[in-house]
């Protein structure tokens, strides 16, 4: 006869395992039965890769995608709703308009046991425009204003050649207090990106 049976076994290592199952039935002639159960257990599944976010300024070349994972592994790539893309190491997107696009990435072992997905991101910025930053002053003496400027992620210089970087974001709290005139150039940075041309702006100190 055809018997199915349905079991959980807890606790096993990964290898070869013979199990036994002890059955009861309603057969009086053949009230119980011992049947082994053979069971091979594959080893844990490989470390997911390892995949960082990459950005690239609009209009330039798309980088590759790049997983770290073992040796031997076999790579594959995901697009955001889960669907197969390219299987290897690296992978190129096809995306080349402005936006964040998602993928993810998995390694199968030579046991064909897959790791977990890991998630990476690609960005496609738009080149950064001239930011805007209003000259600020204050009378000796009194609080020092902080500087503002525009943009996504302003850079900021106490030199006109733009090598002499001092504070990156807004507002910037130059930290300031003797009178005199200070000048600084403020531009805007994206990913991926060059800085922008920068503005100039003066905090004066009476």
Do not use: E
Not at 32 to 37: E, G, K, L, P, R
């Amino acid at each position: 006869y055809t018997l199915q049976v349905k079991f959980k076994k807890d606790g096993l290592s990964y290898g070869a395992h013979t199990i036994p199952l002890y059955l009861n039935s309603n057969d009086p002639s053949n009230p119980s039965d011992t049947i082994s159960v053979s069971m091979m257990i594959d080893s844990l599944p490989p470390a997911h890769p390892v995949a960082r976010d990459t950005a690239v300024c609009f209009g330039s070349p798309t980088p590759p995608l790049i997983a770290n994972a073992i040796a031997g592994d076999t790579i594959k790539w995901y697009n955001s709703a889960m669907v197969f893309q390219y299987k290897g190491n690296p992978f190129v997107s096809t995306q080349t308009v402005v936006g964040t696009y998602t993928y993810y990435v998995t390694s199968t072992d030579n046991n064909g046991c897959t790791s977990q997905k890991d998630t990476v991101r690609l960005h496609i910025n738009s080149a950064p425009g001239k930011p805007t930053a209003t000259n600020k002053s204050s009378c000796f003496g009194q609080t020092t204003p902080v500087l503002t400027s525009t943009g996504t992620n302003p850079l900021w210089f106490s030199n006109g050649t733009l090598t002499n970087h001092v504070h990156t974001g807004s507002p910037y709290n130059t930290g300031l207090t003797a009178a005199g005139t200070y000048t600084y150039y403020v531009s805007d940075s994206t990913g991926g990106c060059p800085k922008s041309s920068a503005d100039t702006v003066k905090l004066t100190i009476n």
